[in-house]
């Protein structure tokens, strides 16, 4: 009878030398199809709806009214304003309200023309939160040592409650 | 006096055997990290520029809503009018109920259109929103 032998099998081996080449030219592939959309902007959240708009009392010195005409003029408080001045003006009427009841904070209220641009528009709501960030900023450098985002959560509470951040969008006036 | 080469009398050689699994754990990092953007933009748009901006953390709470230069509106995959807004927002505000909206606005349109699509978005109760904004250096 014949003996079958298994035949010895020599060295079938997958030659593995270029997999790295292979797996960085996938690896580039991903770096370059894949796009890494950041998500920054302006958040703000909006007032609730009501069919019917009641009327808060805002006292004169709570109220920083912000009027953006469809020219680009802005008016603060019915002076006229260049845009990076707003922060500087705010910043100072925020932070001689840091000790006052919560009741009693500043209220920035952006309004602007259906006509005016968008870019305008945020530009001058960019300065508006600039604003309350620094004062965050100075504020919690004062007090605590450190910048705001440094902070930890319960301090980050404390000054969040000190200098809050109210802005309101004004209703828009209806169309003529 | 003469000077010999110091030699090591081991092998100079760095082992590449491992590279591939490197690779490839870099390439399941950036596989996993990296969100494919599932909407195709219709619109064409240029967004302004702020200092003061913050970054949304969650994205999966972001629903989009795009202007374009002309004036379309794009609402996550589609084309839409304003007057759909509010429909379509607040059935996406029933199933996500903290839902962000990202307005990515050309810096060029009129506030008309962002009241409008802002007033829908009250209507809608979907209120927490973000202008989109690029970083000014």
């Not at chain 1, 209220?107 to 305008?120: F, P």
């Not at chain 2, 491992?18 to 870099?26: A, E, G, N, R, T």
């Amino acid at each position: 009878m014949v003996t079958l032998r298994k035949k010895k099998v020599k060295g079938a081996e997958i030659p593995t030398g270029s997999m790295a080449d292979i797996a960085f030219l996938l690896l580039l592939f991903f770096l370059v199809a894949t796009t890494i959309d950041v998500d920054t902007g302006i958040g703000l959240t909006l007032p609730e709806y009501q069919e019917q708009q009641d009327l808060v009392p805002l006292s004169k010195d709570r109220m920083a009214a912000l009027l953006i005409n469809e020219n680009g003029d802005v008016l603060l408080n019915g002076e006229v304003i260049a845009i990076p001045q707003i922060k500087d003006n705010l910043k100072e009427r925020i932070t001689s309200k840091i000790d006052l009841p919560k009741k009693k904070k500043l209220v920035v209220s952006v309004k602007t023309d259906r006509r005016t641009n968008y870019n305008l528009y945020i530009m001058a709501l960019d300065q508006v939160k600039g604003a309350f960030y620094e004062v965050r900023d100075e504020y919690a450098l004062s007090k605590y040592g450190k910048k705001f985002k440094d902070l930890t959560v319960d301090q980050a509470k404390d000054v969040k409650e000190k200098i809050p951040i109210i802005i309101s969008i004004a209703e828009p006036e209806k169309i003529k | 006096m003469k000077f010999e080469k110091k030699r090591a009398s081991v092998k100079q050689e760095i082992p590449t055997a491992s590279m591939p699994d490197i690779v490839f754990m870099l390439l399941l990092f950036f596989m996993v990290t990296t969100t494919l953007r599932e909407v195709d933009i219709m619109v064409q748009f240029q967004l302004p520029e702020a200092k003061a901006i913050e970054k949304i953390e969650n994205k999966r709470l972001i629903s989009y809503i795009w202007v374009g230069n002309d004036g379309r509106i794009q609402l996550n995959d589609n084309l839409v009018k304003i007057k759909d807004i509010q429909k379509l927002m607040y059935a996406k505000r029933v199933a996500l109920p903290n839902v962000i909206v990202s307005l990515r606005i050309d810096k060029n349109s009129e506030m008309g259109v962002v009241t409008d699509i802002q007033q829908a978005l009250r209507k809608a109760d979907a209120r927490r929103i973000n202008y989109s904004t690029m970083l000014k250096e």
